[in-house]
C-alpha cells in the first residue's frame, strides 16, 4: 500500500528564512507527486506537481520541490518565506490507474512577521 | 468563473438529522472526489466517480451515500447525523489520467 509522510507538523520561521518541508513516501513503483497549500480557512490549491523528467519543480509563489527517487523524497523548499505563505501544506501521491491520491497529514507553517 | 463549487458553505444541524451537500464543476474533468477534513486538518477520502461511475468507497458508515447524476456533479447524502461527522467536507475533481486534483471551496458542517 502506498503512504506519505510528513514528518514536520507544525514549523515557526520569522520572515525572510528559508524554508524545507519534508516528504517522504512508500511505494515501489512510478509516482505523481505534489504539493498542496491550505491558507487559513480556504480550500487546497496546487502549488506544484511532479509527473516525470527534471527532478527539480518550480510552482507558484516561488514555491520549488526536489525529487529523490533513491530517498523516496520529494521535499518542499523557499528560500525565502512571507508571512502569507502561513498556511497548512499537504504532500500527495498518485501511483496510477485506479488507486486514489494519498494525502499526507499536512505541515502547518506559521511565518512570524 | 468558479471551477467547483459547493452548497452548502456552513451546515448546522442537531443528531439524527438527513442533510445533503451538492457539488458542481465546470472543468470538463471525468472524475470527482469527497474527502474529510478533520479538526487536526487529516484529509481523508471518501469516495471517488468516474465517468458517474464509483470506483473508490473507503472505510465510510454507510449512512453515507453519494450520488452522481452526471460527470459534473457529485452529491453527498449523510443520513442519521452524529457529533463525530462534524468536519469540513470538500469535493474535488480531475482528469483520470492526470490526478491533479481541484478543490471545492469546503462544506463546514458542525452536528450538535
Known amino acids: 500500500a502506498q503512504s506519505v509522510s510528513q514528518h514536520n507538523h507544525h514549523v515557526i520561521l520569522s520572515e525572510a528564512a528559508s524554508l524545507e518541508l519534508g516528504c517522504n513516501y512508500s511505494?515501489?513503483?512510478?509516482?505523481?507527486l505534489f504539493w498542496y497549500v491550505q491558507y487559513p480557512g480556504q480550500h487546497l490549491q496546487l502549488l506544484l506537481k511532479?509527473?516525470?523528467?527534471?527532478?527539480l519543480v518550480k510552482g507558484i509563489k516561488g514555491f520549488e520541490a526536489e525529487f529523490i527517487k533513491s530517498k523516496f523524497s520529494f521535499n518542499l523548499r523557499k528560500p525565502s518565506v512571507q508571512w502569507s505563505d502561513t498556511a497548512e501544506y499537504f504532500c500527495a501521491l498518485y501511483s496510477g490507474g485506479y488507486q486514489k491520491v494519498t494525502f499526507g497529514t499536512g505541515t502547518k507553517l506559521q511565518v512570524i512577521p | 468563473d468558479t471551477a467547483v463549487s459547493q452548497t452548502p458553505k456552513y451546515l448546522v444541524t442537531q443528531m439524527g438529522n438527513d442533510k445533503s451537500i451538492k457539488c458542481e464543476q465546470n472543468l470538463g474533468h471525468d472524475t470527482m472526489y469527497w474527502y474529510k477534513q478533520d479538526s487536526k486538518k487529516f484529509l481523508k477520502i471518501m469516495f471517488s466517480y468516474n465517468n458517474k461511475e464509483l470506483i473508490i468507497n473507503e472505510t465510510v458508515p454507510n449512512r453515507f451515500s453519494p450520488k452522481s447524476p452526471d460527470k459534473a456533479h457529485l452529491n453527498l447524502h449523510i443520513n442519521s447525523l452524529e457529533l463525530g461527522d462534524s468536519a469540513v467536507y470538500f469535493c474535488?475533481?480531475?482528469?483520470?489520467?492526470?490526478?491533479?486534483?481541484?478543490f471545492g471551496p469546503g462544506t463546514r458542517l458542525t452536528v450538535t
Open positions: 474535488a475533481s480531475s482528469q483520470a489520467n492526470i490526478h491533479e486534483q481541484y
Open positions: 511532479y509527473f516525470s523528467g527534471d527532478p
Open positions: 511505494y515501489g513503483g512510478t509516482v505523481n
